[in-house]
């Protein structure tokens, strides 16, 4: 996400290193290229008016300490200023005894998606017991979409076969107080665009029923007409925040330059993937760090800690320790690795990662899946006991798994590799390259 946005920013950056101190000139110079680069990545055109105006007047007009190089004075102008775009507050879902949240949009927006990610999410974050409410009676297996997602999750969905969604979803509320859930979410339908039916609709269940929150989701990938959307919508109902996904795909990312300065509803959430743990909190500080480079270390700690278990974790770093690290420990740390997600959408979240080359890295899940392979074609000796595996056994490996000796070799010699760097690293020789 903001790839296109994140390296023009980050050459305006480097380009204004060169100057000894800024002037007219050279910052007009490159604020043509931020306006460029926010043009091309679909920020609104008003909003890059005054974003630039406002960045041009103070690096031209703030008093800099001399420790302070124009670069450094530079970034710290477009940190504060990006922040500001984006809504300093961070806005979160509303935590209650008892919490009632609409999902709105239009359709293929993925509103069906994310109740199954924010009910997880609830689920893990606030210890919460969630309810999925099917309010969509019009779309051919809306119903049937929900309650896979529910069976996937291990959370109810609460259903009527009846042609009434205010009638459902007050049903639904009511059901979920009887029987103990705390987290209520209601899926909506959706259109192709916004029609007075859809509003209509929509309008009834909230003069009808009270709800904790109302949450547009919108496809980033719609571009400026986001706005539009989001305007369509709080018009006719009180949007508390929006939900923006497919900021992981092809989208420029620009969508969510605009939607908070132009519409003053906050970004709530941001789906990262198609998968139903998919899905973060808007953190406009850790958002900015992306854009400009920096990373985010504190979202791929956060990440990790969710997904990996720590058991075998700290059992590793005991072997790694004790210089006990075999193949069978290796074989555990990839299939923890492969509960990560992606490793460039990882690897992208480290401070420097475009200068040591890391967002551009592609990571093929086969070549994982052929280590495993190997690995997995030893015996438990072998494994324990990589130096034993010579020519026969190798031969045998290589047959055993699909691939070939020099597959074999490869692995095995990266796995030597891998122990000498660990070794060092315990050692106090070497320092991590960020």
């Not at 290589?398 to 095995?412: C, E, F, Y």
Request: proline share 3%; charged share 30%; net charge neutral.
């Amino acid at each position: 996400m903001f790839e296109n946005i994140s390296e023009r920013l980050q050459g305006a950056i480097h380009k204004i290193k060169g100057y000894g101190k800024i002037t007219e000139d050279n910052i007009s110079e490159i604020m043509r290229e931020v306006r460029l680069a926010l043009l091309e990545s679909d920020v609104n055109y008003k909003v890059v008016k005054e974003f630039t105006n406002n960045v041009k007047e103070k690096a031209l007009g703030l008093e800099v300490a001399s420790s302070l190089k124009p670069a450094e004075m530079f970034v710290k102008i477009l940190k504060d200023e990006l922040t500001e775009l984006l809504g300093k507050e961070k806005v979160s879902l509303v935590n209650k005894n008892f919490n009632v949240v609409m999902l709105v949009g239009l359709q293929g927006s993925g509103k069906t998606t994310h109740v199954g990610k924010l009910g997880n999410w609830v689920r893990k974050k606030y210890k919460k017991n969630p309810l999925f409410v099917a309010c969509d009676i019009y779309r051919p297996a809306a119903i049937d979409q929900l309650k896979q997602l529910g069976r996937k999750l291990n959370i109810p969905v609460y259903s009527e076969d009846i042609k009434d969604a205010v009638k459902i979803a007050e049903n639904g509320i009511k059901y979920a107080r009887e029987n103990g859930y705390d987290y209520v979410f209601i899926d909506t339908a959706g259109r192709l665009h916004i029609d007075d039916e859809l509003m209509n609709e929509l309008k009834r269940m909230n003069d009808a029923l009270t709800f904790d929150e109302i949450l547009l989701v919108i496809d980033s990938m719609i571009g400026q007409d986001a706005i539009n959307v989001i305007e369509g919508f709080n018009n006719e109902l009180p949007l508390t925040g929006t939900i923006l996904t497919k900021l992981d795909g092809d989208s420029k990312g620009g969508v969510a330059l605009s939607v908070r300065h132009l519409t003053h509803i906050p970004i709530k959430f941001v789906g990262t993937s198609e998968k139903l743990d998919g899905i973060m909190e808007f953190d406009s500080d850790r958002m900015v760090g992306r854009i400009l480079g920096e990373g985010d270390i504190q979202s791929l700690i956060e990440h990790a800690e969710e997904v990996l278990d720590k058991d075998i974790a700290m059992n590793t770093a005991k072997r790694l320790n004790s210089g006990k690290f075999d193949l069978e420990d290796f074989l555990l740390q990839l299939n923890q690795i492969k509960k990560l997600g992606p490793l460039e959408n990882m690897l992208k979240l480290i401070p420097g990662a475009a200068k040591m080359g890391l967002n551009n890295v592609n990571i093929d899940p086969k070549d994982i899946a052929h280590i495993e392979a190997i690995i997995q074609s030893m015996t438990p000796k072998e494994r324990k006991n990589p130096d034993i595996i010579k020519a026969s056994r190798k031969q045998r490996i290589a047959k055993g798994s699909g691939t070939s000796v020099q597959d074999v070799n490869r692995l095995l010699n990266q796995f030597e590799m891998m122990k000498k760097m660990m070794k060092q690293f315990k050692n106090g020789n070497m320092k991590m390259p960020f």
